[in-house]
């Protein structure tokens, strides 16, 4: 079983995962949408990400996407993903500044 | 239709599988798409045809059999390139090609294309036997032995489908040279075998078992030095079986081959191997000389022919230009044949990704393969191409027409000719992004002058102990680790994959990314202030230790 992410000082979580057609990395918004840039990503408290969690994991197939997990982020706008790997998820590869992702729509 | 130059020309019942599995692949990817399939269902069964999720996108792995390709092939991959990825692929340390923007949805037709020329994505993962390994000189070389590809086939096609060996406890690896120089790393494969004639004329196979890099770097040892060809089969079915009857399955960390091995011992590794062939029937396992030369014969030999003023021609045109010279110097290779000679095209620009090749640069040099070396192209283990056989009066031809798209970089075997898996840039399982720090090195050192008078010293870099990259095997290894979410890189020195192959030692604590370039600079003017004449970078550090070099890297820290 995975662990739950540990959330520091100044800092939320958001929830992610790839979209399942193309493996896009999306968002999830706070009316649960799935969304390609981090800035419209809903960022949620330790204490709630659990259900929303669950119930994005449930919704996952019928939202068209795969592998939701959670994401701790510094509490800035748009939110800034605390771990290299989540940042790169975030901003695309940084060997090709053309692939570039837009963080805020 | 024509049998291609150094590759096996499939037939109607290999055409017929393919088109067979890719239907089956296609219901699955729509079962996926329509929900009738879980993603904890469905990804074996895309992980058994190559395709990945990874950081962003599917990644799809094709599977290139002992590294050669035709000039068909390689403009396939330029047409994936360009309509379903985003115009660039990746060749990777396994002689395979990895497109890193693939759609689930497109997956499909993908295949379809590439089953046009031969080609698929079928045990590119998965614990099975992966795709078999060969030498890029293969064939061509001066010094070879024997040529090894057809034997590689042969262990393609024992290997693809295996029905007992679908499931093994963990991936499997296996590579083979027929070189007494081991351009293959026959000693970190799982099974790495080196073929040489024997007395009767047949070929005789010397067999490793147990190597690896990974998290446990262990260097194979011999189990059987002089197998005969009608054996070969019957031998690796007896290695692979007592691997599969007690490999672990219980820990993944534990389940290669190599584990085993150091487990039991090769002596009883050995002898659990002599058990299995004891009560095996030989017979159906024996490879005859007519299947050999069946399997031969779907191999075209390339006619050469060169004029007698061709090796003349090629030393004038190295002294009347010195850039042509140093590529000259670093990037071919004797060919058995006179009047020829093997070049490597170089995919290491300075400051370039490792092995990345664009579109237009494929179409090339596909169109080079046609025009100078009977449409033949291999991919090297060390993310290079190879036109194996091209006429030394036309090499200065090849060679300008090479730098027209960027790829005369004159570095094989050179401090810029870095290894480099993918990394954090796009891998899910690294740790730090391998290949910023292999471009920031590649642009340091990417003047050919400096790295000629450098000499011979390999630059290995994994973003992961998984070591994709073969850190382990770089005479200086940089491995990337993660330290409260920052990258660092730890360096090895003294790692060799070839003849004598040993594992890299720690020189000491790990370094963030600018820290290492500037260690490794250090390091490489230290070694030059302090080499004799004539003395490699392996020599000195033989000579001499890790001492002098250790203190060059951490001067400043």
């Known amino acids: 079983m995975k662990r739950p992410v540990r959330v520091g000082a100044g800092e939320k979580l958001v929830l992610t995962a ?4 193309d493996g896009t990395i999306v968002w999830r918004d706070r009316l649960g949408r799935w969304r390609p840039v981090i ?67 | 239709m024509s049998v291609p130059v150094g590759h096996y020309q499939y037939d109607q019942i290999d055409r017929d599988f393919l088109e067979a599995r890719i239907a089956e692949f296609s219901e699955q990817v729509a079962r996926r798409i329509d929900g009738s399939l879980s993603e904890d269902e469905f990804k074996p069964l895309r992980l058994m045809n190559g395709l990945y999720l990874q950081l962003h996108a599917y990644m799809l792995r094709i599977a290139i059999p002992y590294g050669t390709i035709d000039s068909k092939q390689m403009r396939m991959f330029a047409h994936i390139a360009r309509h379903y990825d985003r115009d660039y692929g990746h060749f990777t340390t396994r002689q395979n090609i990895q497109f890193n923007w693939i759609k689930l949805e497109e997956t499909p037709d993908i295949l379809r294309d590439l089953a046009t020329v031969d080609m698929h994505a079928i045990q590119t993962s998965g614990n099975c036997i992966r795709n078999v390994t060969s030498d890029e000189f293969a064939g061509a070389a001066a010094d070879e032995l024997v040529d090894p590809r057809v034997h590689a086939e042969i262990l393609r096609q024992w290997s693809t489908l295996h029905p007992e060996f679908t499931f093994l406890p963990r991936k499997f690896k296996i590579a083979i040279s027929g070189s007494p120089h081991d351009r293959v790393a026959a000693r970190f494969h799982d099974i790495g075998i080196l073929a040489r004639p ?6 005789v196979f ?62 009883a590794y050995r002898e659990a191997v002599e058990a299995e062939l004891a009560q095996m029937d030989l017979e159906h396992y024996r490879l005859t000389p007519e299947m050999v030369d069946a399997i031969q014969a779907r191999f075209a030999v390339p006619e050469l022919s060169a004029p007698e003023n061709a090796a003349q021609e090629l030393a004038n045109r190295q002294r009347e230009n010195p850039e042509f010279d140093l590529w000259v110097r670093s990037n071919t290779h004797p060919h058995r044949e006179a009047g020829h000679i093997i070049a490597v095209v170089s995919l290491k620009p300075a400051g370039g990704i490792p092995g990345d090749a664009t579109s237009a640069q494929m179409d090339r040099l596909a169109d080079l393969a046609d025009e100078y070396s009977f449409g033949e192209l291999r991919i090297t283990h060390l993310q290079n191409i190879v036109l194996g056989h091209v006429r030394q009066d036309r090499l200065y031809d090849l060679w300008s027409s090479l730098k027209e798209v ?25 740790n730090a992004r391998s290949i910023p720090i292999a471009q920031k090195l ?86 030059l202030g302090i080499r004799k004449d004539g003395e490699t970078f392996l020599d000195t550090l033989d000579r001499l230790g890790d001492a002098p070099f250790k203190e060059a890297a951490y001067e400043t820290v």
């Open chain 1, 39 to 105: 800035g419209a990503a809903e960022k949620l408290d330790a204490e709630r990400v659990g259900d929303v969690l669950e119930l994005a994991q449930i919704r996952a197939q019928e939202d068209g996407v795969v592998g939701v997990y959670e994401v701790a982020v510094r509490d800035v706008d748009p939110p800034e993903p605390v771990t290299v790997r989540e940042r790169i998820r975030a901003h695309g590869p940084t060997v090709h500044p053309e692939f570039a992702v837009e963080t805020v729509q």
């Open chain 2, 442 to 527: 590649g642009a340091r050192f990417g003047d050919a002058s400096l790295q000629a008078e450098i000499g011979a010293l390999r630059i290995n870099i994994s973003g992961c102990i998984n070591a994709c990259g073969h850190h382990h095997a770089g005479h200086i290894g940089l491995l990337g680790v993660d330290k409260r979410g920052e990258e660092f890189f730890q360096i090895t020195l003294g790692g060799r994959a070839e003849n004598g192959a040993s594992i890299g030692t720690i020189l000491g604590p790990a370094l963030p990314e600018d820290d290492t370039v500037d260690a490794i600079a250090r390091l490489v003017d230290r070694y």
């Open chain 2, 406 to 430: 960027d790829l005369a970089s004159a570095n094989i075997g050179l401090i810029g000719d870095i290894v480099a898996c993918p990394g954090l840039d796009y891998c899910a399982l690294a």
């Open chain 2, 206 to 267: 010397r067999i490793f078992v147990g190597g690896g890099l990974g998290r446990t770097p262990i260097i194979g040892q011999e189990i059987f030095d002089s197998v005969p060809e009608e054996r070969l089969l019957a031998t690796l079915e007896a290695i692979v079986r007592v691997y599969n009857a007690h490999g672990r399955r219980d820990n993944i960390y534990k389940a290669r081959i190599k584990i085993l091995v150091q487990a039991l011992g090769i002596d």
């Open chain 2, 198 to 203: 024997g007395d009767d004329g047949r070929t």
């Open chain 1, 18 to 21: 790839n979209r399942l057609l």
